[in-house]
């Protein structure tokens, strides 16, 4: 599949009988008809939650592969606000074991000082982007 536009947002989901801030999550091929209008086709789209928690501030990428990685700000009964990310396979489908805390992954805080890291955007900055080959996500992270 070669998606050429995709996006997340924040939106309210019920998840284990709770409403709970979720992600909501498409991925769009766009075209110009023979008329010159554009128009798009959702070949994938779904939501993420996680029961007892929230998850905001997403960002998504899918790799020419189909496979995708939704990147996000984690908080609630179980998590003090933290960076996490979630994969989605070929097919579209969220793999929940793939649901990570950034801090935990091995690759993971290998930064440099934070440029724009204010206690008024902490846990907000959040970008996803592919090469062609990989994914790669980048998420501020406070200890």
Same mark, same amino acid.
């Given at each position: ?18 409403? @709970? ?11 110009? %008809?023979?008329?010159? @209008?554009?128009?798009?086709?959702? @070949?994938? &789209? ?6 007892? %928690? ?18 996000? *700000? ?12 979630? *994969? ?14 950034? &801090? ?5 805080? &290998?930064? *440099? ?31």
């Amino acid at each position: 599949m070669s998606t050429a536009c995709c996006g997340a947002a924040s939106t309210a989901v019920w998840v284990g009988g709770e409403l @709970k801030a979720g992600i909501a999550w498409f991925a769009v091929s766009p075209k110009i %008809n023979g008329a010159g @209008k554009v128009e798009g086709q959702v @070949k994938k &789209q779904g939501y993420i939650a996680l029961a007892n %928690n929230n998850l905001t501030y997403p960002a998504l990428a899918i790799a020419p592969n189909g496979k995708g990685v939704i990147a996000f *700000t984690i908080v609630g009964e179980e998590y003090y606000p933290s960076a996490g990310y979630v *994969t989605i396979d070929e097919s579209g489908r969220p793999d929940s074991r793939s649901l990570r805390l950034a &801090q935990d992954h091995p690759m993971a805080l &290998q930064a *440099t000082k934070p440029l724009w890291a204010t206690p008024k955007h902490a846990g907000r900055l959040r970008r996803a982007v592919t090469d062609g080959n990989a994914i790669w996500i980048a998420s501020e992270y406070i200890a």
